[in-house]
C-alpha cells in the first residue's frame, strides 16, 4: 500500500511539473527571439552610423580641396609667404622647426636636420587644414588691408591730377576763318596771344599738379 502510494505521489509531481517545463521552454524560445531581433536591429544601426561616416568622409574631401584651392587664388596675387607653427602641422613630432606657406599654395615643413619636405595644401587632414586656415587667415586680412590702404593713396592722388590736368587747354592750333591778305597780320596776332595764354596756363597747371602730388 505504501508502494503504491509513492507511485501515485510521483506520478502527481510529475504532472505538476510538466506545466513549469512548458512555462520554462515558452520563456527562453521568447528570450532567444527578442535576442535575435536586438542583434538584427543594432547590424542596421551599425550599417546606417557606417554609410554615414562614408557619406561624411567624402564631403570633408570634397570642402577641404574647394577651400584649399580658393586660399590659394587669395594668397598667389598677394605673393607673400607665411609662418606656421610646427604645432599646427604636428602636436607630437618636436623634429619639425619651422612650417611655411608659400603663395603657391605649397606647405614646406622643416626639420632640425636641415632636410624640407613640401606637401600642397589640399593633402593634409581637415583637422590640421583648420589650424593652419586659423593662423594665417587673420595675416591675410592684415595685408589686404594694408594693400587697400596703399592703394587707396594712389587713386586719390590720380584723381587730384586727373582734376588739374582737365583745366589744361588741349594743345591745338585754332584755324582762323577770315581770308585774304588783311587778315593775315590779325590772325598772327591771335597766334601769339593763344601762345602766350598756354604758356601761361601750362606753368599754372604744373603748379597745380605740384600742389596736389605735395598733398600726397
Do not use: W
Request: glycine fraction near 4%; charged fraction near 25%; proline fraction near 4%.
Amino acid at each position: 500500500m505504501a508502494e503504491t502510494k509513492t507511485e501515485a505521489s510521483i506520478a502527481v509531481e510529475t504532472q505538476q511539473s510538466q506545466p513549469a517545463q512548458t512555462q520554462t521552454l515558452h520563456k527562453n524560445s521568447a528570450q532567444g527571439g527578442r535576442t535575435d531581433l536586438d542583434i538584427n536591429m543594432a547590424i542596421k544601426s551599425l550599417q546606417e552610423e557606417t554609410q554615414q561616416i562614408f557619406e561624411l568622409i567624402e564631403m570633408e574631401r570634397t570642402y577641404g580641396a574647394e577651400v584649399s584651392n580658393q586660399l590659394k587664388q587669395i594668397i598667389m596675387p598677394l605673393n607673400l609667404s607665411y609662418h606656421i607653427k610646427p604645432e599646427s602641422i604636428s602636436k607630437t613630432d618636436s623634429s619639425i622647426s619651422d612650417v611655411v606657406l608659400t603663395p603657391q599654395g605649397m606647405v614646406c615643413v622643416f626639420n632640425n636636420a636641415g632636410s624640407m619636405i613640401s606637401r600642397p595644401l589640399e593633402s593634409f587632414q581637415s583637422d590640421v587644414l583648420i589650424r593652419i586656415l586659423l593662423e594665417v587667415i587673420p595675416e591675410i586680412k592684415v595685408m589686404l588691408n594694408e594693400k587697400r590702404q596703399k592703394m587707396s593713396g594712389r587713386v586719390m592722388t590720380l584723381e587730384r591730377v586727373a582734376k588739374e590736368l582737365r583745366k589744361v587747354p588741349a594743345l591745338v592750333p585754332t584755324k582762323s576763318v577770315s581770308s585774304g591778305k588783311g587778315s593775315s597780320s590779325a590772325s598772327d596776332q591771335v597766334s601769339i596771344e593763344n601762345v602766350r595764354d598756354k604758356s601761361s596756363s601750362s606753368s599754372a597747371s604744373q603748379d597745380a599738379m605740384k600742389s596736389a602730388l605735395d598733398k600726397q
